[in-house]
């Protein structure tokens, strides 16, 4: 990765889930959401967290963010291709 | 034909102003403890009303921080009530009884906690979007859910809300879904945290808040104190509890509701009437069969002499030996929740033969003649209880328990 999105996102996730600020070190692109025991409500205000952050609009809903993203990779892939990461470009 | 089941309490519990156990909060109201305490100040404005009662227990403690979030401070509040309840009853929820086993809890607002962080986030932060567990944490059944969930219980469940009636409504729900024979087991109580900026502001206006103390039946009586707190019962079908060998606390002997169809601020005495009447029909008793009735007793100017009008009405001269107290001399309206704290009362007079007192009381107000129990806990042999709930829109709604008699 040529970008910090990885740092940045965990930290967001991090937030979200208010878990301890230590954990971010556990979080790489193959996290899966469910070893993050993420529910499908949290996976959405995680989103949320990420349009409010960069200020972009990421077109899903809650049954189809759980049923189509499986890990971090994947939620920064979608990210990706709302938007994210072109401000930093 | 089939008969009606009695109903049986089994465990009760209760997060209040007095305690944050049941046994606690009976503690209190025996020893005519005043838990009105200073309102820490808002962050949003000024509210003229400084003085509520609080549950002093630290609710954060209750679950791990991420599952906080998707909790209201009412549904916290039922929950400790909840769990304290079948905790004390050492009822087991099987697979088998769980959808026999229903969740009904009484509510007055809504989740307001909820609400007012997601106005503040809105329009004072200026963030653009609410907070993904707005909708749970608001809807007034989330109270229901959340003890539904938490103690597994997947029979018929649901929110109940009739302003301050909405405990004893919750209670009355129960009842008939035993009687009914839709379940066999009910955690009914009710809920309520209005210690909240928009809910004080609200109150402020209506102008029936006390300054200090709340003197229910006084002359000189200013108004209510508002109040937070949650109480539950386990409801039993006698039959249930007979099989598994139950202690049995009281028998639920029944309720009796009404609407005054009238003002929306100033009771009547005619629904109040009918309710009491109901209620004592409904549970096969006469007046002067009751020893104690926890009145709704709110101390404002109006409720208290319809009530005793009421009270005299229904008892007549029985009236002069029933023993009378409103409890929220000590812990505040907790309004929807109100009846839930006051059950706790009722099954403290049935165990301990004791009357808890109405504390504040000075002078005798001519209007409100009836022994209101003034200042101290009485003893006295207690076979029946009433406890009385009206509200706001005129929505009535009466409890009656009685010691449980093979």
Known sequence: MSDNLLPELSKIIIRSLNLPEERVKEISEGTTLESLDISSLELVEILMAIEEEYDLHIDVDAVEARD??????????????????RKAE | MMSVPRAVITGYGCLTPLGDTAPETWDGMVAGRNAITPIPPSELGEVSIKRAGQVQRDLSEMFEPRLMRQYDRFSLLAIGAAREALDHSGLEITEEL?????????????????????????????????????VPRVMPSAP???VSMQLGLKGPSFG????????????????????????EVVVAGGAEAPIMFGILRAWEALRIVAPERCSP???????????????????????HARARGATIYAEFAGAGASADAGNLVIPTPEGPERALRNCLANARL??????????????TKANDVIESTVIRRVFGEHADRLSIS????????????????????????????LIPPTINYETPDPECNLDVTPNQSREREVGAVLSNAF?????????ALKKFVD
């Open chain 1, 68 to 85: 189509t993203l499986q890990t971090v990779g994947d939620l920064l892939e979608l990210g990706r291709k709302h938007g994210l990461g």
């Open chain 2, 98 to 134: 769980a959808p026999r086993a229903s969740a009904v809890i009484g509510v007055g607002n809504c989740g307001w906690e909820a609400t007012e962080e997601g106005y503040v986030r809105s329009l004072v932060e200026r963030k653009r979007r609410s907070r993904i567990f707005d």
């Open chain 2, 144 to 146: 229901a859910c959340h």
């Open chain 2, 160 to 183: 109940v809300t009739s302003a301050c009636s909405s405990s004893n409504h919750a209670f009355s729900s129960g009842l008939q879904l035993l009687r009914s024979g839709e379940a």
């Open chain 2, 217 to 239: 039946f006084d002359l000189n009586r200013r108004g209510l104190m508002l109040g937070e707190g949650s109480g539950a019962v386990v409801l039993e079908t006698l039959e």
């Open chain 2, 286 to 299: 006469n007046p002067e069969d009751v020893d104690y009735l926890n009145a709704h007793g709110t101390g």
């Open chain 2, 326 to 353: 409103s409890t929220k001399s000590m812990h505040g309206h907790a309004l929807g929740g109100a009846g839930a704290i006051e059950m706790i009362a009722c099954l403290g007079a049935l165990q301990d033969n």
């Open chain 2, 391 to 399: 509200a706001f829109g005129g929505l009535n709604c009466v409890v």
